[in-house]
């Protein structure tokens, strides 16, 4: 494993020339390139001045530091293919060895790697990774494997669980405010959802030909989802079983794909279509778009986000190559 720092601090400022009709209340946006490329991907901000990252293609970790441009790679010498990572807040970073049936552990602190085994060497492509509510475990999706999994952090035991439907294409994956593992079934047109006490898999209907990509969670439990398919975002609500939709701005060209929710609630994707692509906010309050923002690099695609409370700020890895950040609010 080799540590490589490097300074970077150019932060891209472009015009992007749009119809007036194509931008609504736009949010700042701030991009910084990523000189080692590998597509950057996947930013988790730890705090408002330590950003981690993978390179997928280039097989790294990285660290940006917002307020000075530097960036600090970590090269991963098994190329992995690294998709997703986490970051504790003890400071350790997990991430998912995608092209190598695990998951990956690095202590920053000590330079330490650790890497977590699939039992099951079906399960070979760990996708994407979220902490349950408590800290102590990791809920993870096998996309081509067609499995959802946990790892408990203090003993490294992992359970698998099968997805029912064949070829479900298990994808994003979140933890919603009751503690229930959510996740995009992308090869369906369905959800599922995991009891963590027995780990039953229960499979959620949606609108004929969705192809969900991204989910989410809202404070009142509601669970969104990123429709790649249709160009729709929806909204199902596990009370009742209620199912709303609404057409993205692009129409049936949006290909919506990295979501986030922030902490008022409202719902802020990426439609992928478009070029450059749209950073767009919903609001369900209003049950409306509330904005729609250019991505000053044109973005190519924006795959996942993260949102950080305490500076309001959604960070994102585009295919340009470059970290972004746009500020929503907190």
Known sequence: MKLIA?????????????????????????????????????????????????????????????????????????????????????????????????????????????????????????HTLVFDKSGKHIWFTVQWGNFIGRLTIASRKVELVSVPTDDARPYGIIVAPNGIPWVALLGTDKLASVDPRTLKVTEHNINPGARPRRVDATPDGRIYYTDYRRGYLGRLDPATNKLDEWQLPAGSDAKPYGMAIDRRGRV?????????????????????????????????????MHYHAETGAIWFGTDKDTIGRAIVGN
Not at 40 to 63: K, T
Not at 269 to 285: H, I, M, Y
């Open 6 to 126: 490097l300074t970077i601090a150019t932060m891209i400022c472009v015009t992007v020339s749009v119809e007036a009709a194509d931008v609504l209340n736009p949010v700042e946006i701030k991009e910084w390139n990523v000189d080692f490329g590998g597509r950057s991907r996947d930013p988790f901000a730890e705090s408002a001045n330590s950003v981690w990252f993978v390179g997928q293609g280039g097989n790294y970790l990285a660290r940006l530091d917002p307020t000075t441009g530097d960036m600090t790679r970590i090269s991963l010498d098994d190329e992995p293919g690294p998709h997703n990572l986490i970051v504790g807040t003890d400071g350790i970073v997990w991430y998912s060895g995608n092209l190598s049936g695990y998951i990956g552990r690095f202590d920053p602190n000590s330079g330490k790697l650790e890497k977590i085994v699939m039992p099951n060497d079906a399960a070979d492509d760990p």
């Open 268 to 304: 802020w994707l990426v439609e992928t279509g478009p070029l450059p692509n749209s950073f767009v906010g919903f609001d369900p309050a209003q049950n409306a778009i509330i904005s729609v923002t250019p991505i000053p690099s044109g973005a190519g695609s924006v795959r996942h």
